[in-house]
């Protein structure tokens, strides 16, 4: 609270500061803009001024108006002709040269923040801007990329406040759950880390990525500092970057100021937002269960199986109760201004959320100041950011062994007959519906218990900076310098109170801190030569080294049993029962690159990288490594007749190598803590092997594609297609333990992404009042495994793991994204193989379908292929946006249903009113029909034990839920992602003293979706933030996702 | 200003490229040790703490297996019930030896062979031999010579490749033994929890492997060799001061980094005493008090056979007044298994304890059981209420119940479980001399049952945490010479080792019943047993009349004796167990047979217990750790490790020829 009162403090004081020095108004600047060509007049052109959303277009005779203050620059746009920032002044005029005649095409930032002509390049890149990004803002840069890059698949950990996301791009290359697939993150230059870290400890205290929320660390970053997005996809965009920009490069290029008069932009917004689908229980049938000879228990069970709750009861809505609105007060300041030497941005942001689950909440605070400054030919700048967020989150599943259960699994197993509300004594102790029948141990906590009484908190502390010089030492050459560094430390918090239902050693309470600190510092001098010969013929050539240095540092604390009631600290614990460890790991890299590039006119384009490594954390005589890529376009349309149907074209390819090195230690193996017994000190081996003879994993990928523009540009197309194939994957994962461990590390396997992508543009109308743009991008991936060492047959990763499925990759071919787990078997044929629409198989000893617990492969989560559809629609000064986003196919597991089935929670179990069930199929062990109907009333002799029915009925819906098929969707969906509605307010401004600019924006987010799914939500990731095949698809027990609006105000002074 | 400027790039340059090769040397963990770096006589009892705790898993598995123990718990159940055999219990033994020995074994040799350590060397070849050959026994096939070195994707090698390296590693360590080692290298002492570093016994152990592992070959006509094992015997335990055995502890609350059970206890406890789901089985309980048809129990019978407290009547202050002893009873799946058929085959329910006066009421639609429900009641001296179906059964203060409402488990307080506590497991403060069981209060606070001094279980003799591993013993050895010396016809000396077995181990249990009523453990099931008593069983009909003596007089004492261990199972292999149809010995297990809850047909297949497929020969692989991540090689070694039915092939020395055991593999 403190803390919000000093930010409004700051802001209140910026304001008054900058008020003073208002003098400059908005006035309505009109002006012509005519073709460079011939000095026709061009209608259509969008003319916005920069920085707002304010825009319009002009006439048919290239007339336009517009109200900006005098001074403001203006932006130019057309398809197909490069985009003009022009200074406003009264009655301009302005020419517009189209793209295929001018030397200075649409520029983007590629590798090293080398900004290149889109044109020259020979590989994808998409970039987003400011506005793009701001339509929909998320707090999470990376959630605000969703169905707007082909190729890129987003996926949001869920909806718990703070809850982060994981991006990939192109398909994952890597198997291992200790390698991330996601992206390098580039600010300004500088390597920013977006681990999903798990600091805690699943034993001890539940903290497992699937138990509680995890925030990305990109999210640290305040998204309206972000001036430019660009998704560099491939590894030849990429490879400059080198071991770490195998799974492609996000660069991130932060506002800077602009010459002239300070600004200040306020932009305030509130959203609320809510559950966008819950789990429907059914309220026919109360708690208990069955027991096989039919005695109904109801003393000790949270099971639903019981027999039908009595009209007159009281049903509680305990799930739809249990979740409130989540609000999000966002503000955002920031000011800039410069002069013709120097400039400078300085923002502070506060983004409060509270979460659907009660008690959850995600602060976070940012500052920022870019500056530069220049001396002559060498050039300053300096960014620093600082931010803190903190989050209170809640266990929502149960972690391994011993940490009790999580408020979700909890929340959707309770009985609709019991208030759920009714969670404590009078006394303080937990109000427990069994408490004459049930040890506390054997009990499960209340989720009202778990938000109220236990407390997890994170916070991160977060300071990037840099300092980049460069010096033009001529024309044509220039050097350049920059330090990074980038450094956090988080700090988890996990208490869980006296009197859960924990094992009798904690049920007099536990605590655990973690502490994640994070350390990186890079070095970077770099040379550029730029020279043209033969008039035609223009060269480049870029030099550089680099250095990373990486340190973490963790450090674990817990213990249990708090010796004096009402302090809940490490200090009222006995020495016995606390624990501590420490880890730490060191990385340090050593690069050496260059990059040479030629292009004859502005036709052939051709540039060659290469890229030396050397790595610590590879043997040494295997530690240096070197790749190249080579990548060339080539505009043929310069070599034909002028066209006004084909008004651009352009073919590009490229083929790049990018090696990737070992995680820390890797080479090494280690042993454990020291046991001790008697007088004995006994020391060995950890279960993860080391490998003392690791080579780099090595992407080799290519890609082709094209650029067309059509109509003068109102039409664009591009289309890639690409293949990528990682070999000599480092992992360390599950082998046969006959080996000696548990995980060894080797070199083994390949993985293989094909895809292809598409964006098409197009700007159906163009009028003076009334604009309508449309982006429409489509892509798929396909991701396989290759041959691997023979007789494995697949990899898992324990964090994704869940009912009766795992996440996991194929090998020999199959499925990146694939999943396992347990079907029911069907009758085969002559060959032994089973019919794939034969009928089921019924185990005779068990009177229900027999399963394949052999756990082959179920199911594959990666879509068909994923769309979106962005849509600009501009009246006067009206903005209406919106983004669909469409995905075809990929398997989703709804773990939630199978839970709620296993328990006698879904309304699935109602079948028949629980009278009977029907079993039919083959008899597993004579082949002979089996038909069998299991009624309520009845009893039946399996073997030579003897239901009752109403036991067997209990059994078939356990027997349902284990088959993995009675989950698995292959989804469709198209959700209505935003809806945005933006009215430009100046022009209403009668006094512009104070205000330059107001506008007002209401967003929807997540309003429709409209799925075959039937579960809550189907863009889901039970694990956030795993590794190799992740979490995607599954959906298990989670925060269900939100729908939000958001109403906000940006103010210019 | 441009001074400094060239000075900052200056200095970006020179870190960037000065000194290159010494910046990246930075991949060693600093926080961990690495395995090169680890002391022989800190790995030595590493080793013997995991491959105990290995063995401990073992055994009681086999023992589910072979009667010894009945097991509520879904998977073993399906060893100690149903024989329907599950995958799942298949994976720990593994593990354990896998991931917390081999590896270990590998370095430890290799360390100490750098220092010409002898005696270190020969402790990892003994335990090479013990973890294998069980490893062999369990899954006749595996990774072998590949095994146990990081070899992400080993070869598995055959049963007999496994037998013959296990022999040939204890001759080695019987070589390594006898050399003197260096005295500035670590004594054997510094590190040997077992035998502190009594080089003769180790050398005595290898021996009696030696005898015990050439026992195995009692099929096979070509290599059973009765002169070797007796000549192996005469050199191995010649007492029970010989014996070899893992000591327990209760002294610690340490775990262990990958199960975390406790790293001081007894590894048999580990499984069959650290929860509640075991029971004695009737037909373990038959032998202690029905030897031989004799009626005569056992003097062993109470010190193995758990009791909880009944009658209790709690003073003031809610303590135990007085109370009696409720001998467990045995539960049945062989015989008549009266209790099982009327639930589930795991249906045996787990005791509560009343703190207060508590109430059931039970349904109970049948008459017949009604009546005979209500005159259970009447017997116990219960107060009761019925009206209508309903019963309504008061348990006072201070008894142990079921809490359930199902009438057909409210008698289950007969079946005493073999839970034993431990400082690390409970919660309430138990000293370390009381390892009894309390059981959990059906509500009030845990403590319940301790504070008031209500026994839910004595625990058993080899099955408590402070109980020793037995892992060679002098009774063992006793044995094997009654059964070589009965096979070769010799039924006068059989007799006499027969006896001598009998005798040691009484001797050896009394030794620890003595040291610990010596230690003030506070439960009479852990005190000496009557002399008496000891004195009258010999010479009673429990213990066979001289010459007369069967091959089942000596297995049966043998199963007994041995009782949590994987040597019963083996053994009963070794006589294809109740078919009678080795040797001419007769039925050597009698009573031991497929129950009414048998359901495992899909995996033992035989259709009559002459047929070798008829009973359980061996466990399937670990279904994901081998089979699914090494199952080409797993599969062209035996094409059959992925059946269903794999639980009942021989393995190789449960075969009478190598073409017999090669028929099984590749057919």
Redo the contacts between chains.
Sequence with gaps: MRKRKLINLIMFVMLCMIANNLMAQGVPISGTVLSDNDATPLGGVTVAVSGTNRATVTDSKGKFTITATEGAMLEFSYVGYATQRVKATADMQVRLSSAEATQMGEVVVTAMGIKKERKALGYSVTELNAQELMKNKNTNVVNSLAGKVPGVNITQFGGSAGAGASITIRGGNSTSESRQNQPLFVIDGIIYDNSTSVTGNTGTDGLSRSNTSYSNRVMDINPEDVETLSVLKGAAAAALYGSRAADGVVIITTKKGAEGKVTVNVASKISNSWENGLPDPQTVFGPGNYASNGVLNTTNTYDSWGPKIPADSTIYDNIGGFFQHGIVYDNNVNLSGGSKNGSFFLSASNFNQTGIVPGTAYDKTTFRFNGEQKYGALTLNANVAYSVANTDRTLTTAGLYLSGVGSMQSLYRWPQTFDIKNYINPDGSQHRVYAGTLGLESDIDNPYWIINQNKLTSKTNRFTGGVNANYKIADWWDLSARLGYDKYATNDYTFISPGSALIPLYQNGRLSKDLLDYTYITTTVMTNFHKTFFNDFEAHLMLGTTSENTQTVGQNHWGYNFNTPGTYSFNTIAASNKFFTDATTRRRLVGAYGEFGVSYRNIVYLTATGRNDWSSTLPIENRSYFYPSISGSFVFTELLPKSTILSFGKVRASWARVGKDANPYATGTYVNPPITVGSFTGIGNQYSAGNPILIPEIQNSWEVGGEFRFLKGRIGLDYTYYHSETENQIGQPRLAQSGGFIFSTLNAGTVINKGMEIALTGKPIAQRDLSWDVTLNFSYNKGRLGAFIPGVAYFYPTDAQFGTIKAASIPNGGYFLGMIGQPYLREKDTKGQEIPNGRYLVDPTTGFYKLNTGLPVVGNREPDFIGGINNTLRYKMLTLSFLLDIRKGGDVFNGTEYFMIANGLSKQTLLNDRQSVTVTGINSQTGAEFNQTYTAGQSYTIGSTTYAGTNMIQQYWANYAANSYNFITSVNWVKLRSLSLTYDFTNMLKSKKIFKEISATAVGTNLFTWTNYKGMDPEVSAAGGTGGSGSTGIDYLGVPAVTSVTFGVNLKF | ??QS?YI??AC??I???VS?KK?????????????QS??IQ?????????YQYTAGVTNYRTSCQTGVYYTNSANPNTFST?W?CT?ANSTTS??TW???????L??MYKAAEKQGAYHYMAASDVFHALGYMEMLDLYGE??YTE????????S?DDGKTIFNGCMAKLNEAIDLFSRTQDPVLPTLAS?D?WSNGNVDKWIKLCWGLKARYMLKLSKKADLYNADSILYCLSKGPQSNADNTAG?G?NN???L???I?DP??TNGNWDYVAYGATNRISQYYYDLLTNMRGSGVTDPRMTKIVPASMANVKLDGSGKVMSYTWNRSKGVDSYGPSTRL?????T?IALQ?YAAANTSVT??IANATDRTNFINDQIASGRTYTVDGNNVKVTYPAGSIFI??????YAGDTAYVNLQSGSLA????AQPATDVNWYP????GA?AGAFNAGVIGSTGSFQVRPVSDQEILTYHEMCFIKAEVYLRKGDAGSAYTAYTDGIKAHLNMMQAKLTQWKASNYNNPDMWPMDQAAIDAYLVSPAVAPGASITMADIMLQKYLAMGCSIENWNDMRRFNFSAGNVGGFGVVYPGYKRG????G??QLTGGSPTDVRYWMRRWAL?????I???????LALNHHA?DPNIWCMPIWWDCATDDEYNGYLKN
């Design positions: 200003m441009k400027k900052i790039l970006t340059l870190v960037s490229l290159c910046y990246l040397d930075v991949n060693t963990d600093t926080d961990n040790p690495s395995n680890v002391l800190n790995r030595l009892p590493w080793i013997e703490h995991f149903t329907a995958n593994y593990q896998f991931v917390e020995v081999s590896s270990n590998v370095d595996m990774p095994a146990g070195t990081g070899n992400p994707s080993p598995p590190g929890l000591p502890f610690s609350t340490q262990d980094y990958l975390g790293v001081v058929l009327k639930g589930t085959p249906s509560s039970y349904a809490n359930s409402t199902n009438y057909l497991t409970t919660k309430v959990a209060p059906a509500s845990a009414p809850l048998f359901t047909q899909a670990p279904p994901t750790y081998e699914q991540y090494n199952s080409e090689h797993t992925a």
